[in-house]
């Protein structure tokens, strides 16, 4: 299995384009120090790929991953799909960016799927652009990303594949999975006037779709964000990947214990930094994170595994940011890593 980083920053990015906190102001003065949002490229076989979550800057990761960039003639690009951990605008808004394509994928959840065509109405919005195929990402039985075409949800058959569909020619190398890890809905989404999880304040969203009430961050139903249990169909070994964690719930307890390599939420160190930062009102839980270290701390359960562990999606607040700071130290005397952008991870 080959896994490629794409990216490791929360929403914004590092430095985030508003911001003139330390870590934003150091990472403009030391470009090595900038982070992209957090993004994930997966070999689906010998010319097809997965892109975990579709960033803004999707453009420049695919630039700058060499095994992503289009082959010599027209538009015959190895970027297969995307697959969404969740609905969030910081992992969805580079799906537009895929227009000029022919044809590609994109596997989510119903609930995901679901805001995305209805209330951004990015199904209307990409039609005359191009052909988008929806495709369940299921809980429960794992699906192959191979490279054969796949029916959109709710639809019996599928027009032949073209472009990056009918490119590859290899067998599927790997299959994926969702494990819920929250129930948080993106803003956009929500049915409370905007007022869920991270929320800054009121905002009237028109009720447009029948979809649930939403959840609370910690509560794992609905699909609205996942972790991806990712599996080598040949040698069976298993990353996960969850760039948001708003519980740690027993099927993720259960999928991280037999896992090879894991690449968990690394948002906020610990679970007071948002108030102390002056970010905003909520603490990590509060706005859906599990802190690193702390009651509840994702780090004591990362160094009890015996898997590769390495934290992503960090925010422009988390001292992690700094190469320097105290708490990779800290970090590495548990065994864990910090993931960083243009990583490759090989299984």
């Not at 044809?103 to 988008?132: G, K, N, S």
């Not at 790997?174 to 991270?198: F, H, L, M």
């Not at 359960?301 to 190469?323: F, G, I, K, Q, S």
Request: hydrophobic share 40%; with cysteine; charged share 20%.
């Amino acid at each position: 299995m080959l896994l490629r980083v794409l990216g490791t920053a929360a929403g914004g990015g590092i430095p985030q384009w508003n911001c003139a906190c330390p870590s934003c102001t150091g990472a403009r003065a030391h470009p090595a120090r900038r982070r992209r949002h957090a993004s994930l490229a997966v070999q689906a076989a010998d010319d097809r790929w997965y892109v975990v979550n579709a960033t803004p800057d999707i453009g420049d990761q695919i630039e700058d991953c060499p095994p992503l960039l289009p082959r010599p003639g027209t538009r015959q690009t190895p970027v297969a799909g995307i697959i969404l951990t969740d609905a969030e605008l910081d992992h969805t808004l580079g799906i537009a960016r895929l227009r000029e394509a022919d044809a590609f994928e994109v596997l989510a959840t119903a609930a995901v799927r679901d805001a995305l065509r209805t209330r951004l109405r990015l199904r209307a919005t990409l039609a005359p652009y191009a052909e988008v195929r929806w495709r369940d990402l299921p809980h429960a039985s794992p699906i192959a990303l191979g490279p054969e075409p796949w029916p959109e949800p709710g639809r019996p058959t599928a027009r032949p594949a073209e472009g990056p569909a009918a490119a590859s020619t290899g067998k599927p190398l790997v299959e994926v999975s969702a494990i819920p890890v929250s129930g948080k809905r993106p803003r956009y989404a929500a049915t409370d006037g905007g007022q869920g999880p991270g929320a800054g304040g009121p905002r009237a969203v028109p009720d447009e779709t029948a979809e649930p009430v939403g959840a609370d961050p910690g509560h794992e139903g609905a699909g609205w964000s996942v972790a991806l249990r990712i599996t080598d169909r040949a040698s069976g070994a298993t990353a996960l990947y969850a760039p948001a964690v708003a519980a740690w719930s027993a099927a993720l307890a259960d999928a991280a214990a037999s896992a090879d390599c894991l690449i968990v939420d690394g948002t906020f160190w610990d679970d007071e930094e948002p108030i102390r930062t002056g970010i905003g009102p909520r603490t990590a839980t509060g706005m859906g994170h599990l802190p690193i270290v702390g009651p509840g701390g994702t780090a004591e359960r990362l160094a009890a595994l015996r898997a590769r562990c390495l934290y992503t999606h960090l925010n422009n607040t988390n001292p992690l940011v700094d190469p320097d700071a105290a708490e990779h130290r800290r970090l590495a005397e548990w065994g864990i890593e910090v993931a960083a952008d243009g990583m490759v991870i090989e299984l």
